[in-house]
């Protein structure tokens, strides 16, 4: 009979950077990590978050010396210091890791994730993909979050938000790292890029003219590896705190659900 038990994935939490002047000053430090929300730390609070979930083994997080001030983050299976560039943290902490099977990525800088978002995306990852990454229609994420600035991108089958977190599996890294490695080489050139993702495909896409199954497949073509959306994901996943916009509206909305 087949196991009822979850599949279990280990778990990465990027938890490094230094936020622009005006936003340290609103948060009160310039280590996104640090981050207070509602009497806890981003960090702590993502932390709790993914221990929570039930298909979650051990968990990595890379990040600043101070993390290792936080009581709570000693429950991590690896505490690591963190590099240069958020690219050297992920592959870094996947190093020391070593996933067997899927690794769980994501950042520190959203604070409203939860176990249950979580589990639900990994429950439904596709089990053949190397990659996963959630999605869900932007008009879902804006009934939870009205007014919100993240960036759609709009194809042709709908207008879609992606969140901060992916799925990968353990034995494709090395694959990963070279198509990471590609895409950031290509980024400061939309010549290199065209190349890299091909003409046609770049026209389709700004014409509007492409839909989810299509960019999965073009993605999966440029790294090699099996690539799927997740759809219909938590509406939480496309929160990020990059700037004083967002610190902002997170505040306001924070706020108004007290309110209600």
Same mark, same amino acid.
């Given at each position: ?9 280990? &778990? ?193 896409? &700004? ?54």
């Amino acid at each position: 009979m087949p196991s009822s038990e979850p599949t279990r994935c280990d &778990a990465v939490i990027l938890a490094g950077g230094r936020a622009e002047a005006a936003l340290a000053q609103r948060a009160g430090t310039p280590l996104r990590a640090l981050f207070p929300y509602r009497g806890s730390t981003f960090v702590e609070r993502v932390f709790q978050a993914v221990r929570g979930c039930e298909r979650v083994g051990r968990i990595a997080v890379i990040g600043p010396p101070e993390l290792r001030r936080i009581p709570a983050l000693s429950a991590a299976d690896l505490l690591l210091q963190e590099r240069d560039s958020l690219t050297t943290n992920l592959f870094t902490a996947l190093e020391a890791l070593q996933p067997q099977g899927k690794a769980l990525i994501t950042a520190s800088d959203n604070p409203l994730l939860s176990p249950s978002a979580f589990d639900d995306f990994l429950r439904r990852a596709p089990a053949e993909a190397a990659v996963a990454y959630p999605i869900l229609p932007h008009a879902k994420f804006l009934e939870e979050f009205p007014g919100a600035v993240n960036v759609p991108i709009a194809l042709r089958d709908g207008v879609w938000i992606g969140g901060g977190c992916i799925l990968i599996e353990g034995r494709a890294v090395p694959q990963l790292r070279r198509a990471v490695e590609r895409a950031l080489a290509a980024r400061k050139s939309k010549w290199k890029m065209a190349r890299l993702l091909g003409p046609l495909f770049v026209l389709r896409f &700004a014409l509007r003219l492409l839909t989810v199954e299509q960019v999965e497949a073009r993605a999966a073509q440029v790294a090699g590896l099996e690539f799927r959306f997740v759809r219909d994901c938590a509406p939480q996943f496309p929160i990020d705190i990059d700037d004083t916009t967002d610190w902002d509206y997170l505040q306001e909305w924070t706020r108004r659900r007290a309110e209600k």
